[in-house]
């Protein structure tokens, strides 16, 4: 089955703490990115990869890395995070022939900061 | 900057009603847009796009109209199901680029 997975689903830590937010796609995509969701403010978009060790900043990368060493997996890492990153994350992949490609979506990381 | 303005939710309907969501958008150069559907507890999924100036979106009763003189890609459903419910996201991606921006969302709840 065609899929992004993401981990953990669920993740309650305190601030300062490294964490890594996994995502992995079996399609074969170019495009990943990631995304948060607050209430009021919809999607934004953290960061971006367009093919292996290619990242570009979103438009809220502040507090958040990311790498792309295998074509698969695109992780998020918040080195040391504070209470304002709790939120829902998204991880979403896509082909790369156009902007105009649907983006296929994780089902989610619900992470609370405390 | 380039920018997405959905109307504000919750948006409550009976059964077989006709759904309008309104979605106003500024870019620059010529983006292609997008509505997203969220289902509770998941992940968006595309539910239909558009590329181009009088480019029509459908699927599953959806539609939307790139409307480039009014810079609108307005929602409508003629006939809702309580299925629809759920968080409909208005978005464009920056024309060459592939930064994508995202509405606030429209929740739509359909009452049987």
């Known amino acids: 089955e065609a899929q992004v997975t993401q981990n953990p689903r669920y993740l309650i830590t305190v601030t300062g703490k490294k964490l890594t937010v996994t995502c992995s796609q079996n399609?074969?995509?170019?495009?990943m990115s990631w995304y948060r969701q607050d209430p009021g403010l919809g999607l934004r978009q953290i960061y971006y990869?367009?093919?292996?060790?290619?990242?570009d900043k979103g438009d809220v990368p502040e507090g958040y890395k990311v790498s792309r060493k295998e074509k698969r997996n695109f992780p998020l890492i918040l080195e040391s995070p504070s209470p304002n990153q709790t939120s829902l994350y998204f991880c979403a992949s896509s082909t790369r022939t156009s902007g105009s490609n649907e983006q296929f979506f994780g089902p989610g990381t619900r992470l609370t900061v405390l | 900057g380039d920018s997405v303005t959905q109307m504000e939710g919750p948006v409550t309907l009976s059964e077989e009603a006709f759904l309008t969501i309104n979605c106003t958008y500024t870019a620059t150069g010529y983006p292609s847009l997008f509505w997203y559907v969220q289902y509770p507890g998941e992940g968006l999924q595309l539910l239909l796009k558009?590329?181009?100036?009088?480019d029509k979106g459908s699927n599953k009763g959806f539609e939307a109209t790139y409307r480039k003189e009014t810079t609108s890609f307005h929602l409508e459903k003629g006939s809702v199901q309580v299925s629809d419910s759920a968080v409909y996201f208005c978005?464009?991606?920056?024309?060459?680029?592939?930064?994508?921006?995202f509405g606030t969302g429209t929740r739509l709840k359909v009452l049987a």
């Open positions: 978005a464009l991606s920056v024309g060459g680029t592939y930064k994508y921006i």
């Open positions: 990869s367009m093919n292996v060790e290619v990242t």
């Open positions: 399609m074969n995509h170019e495009y």
């Open positions: 558009a590329t181009k100036a009088d």
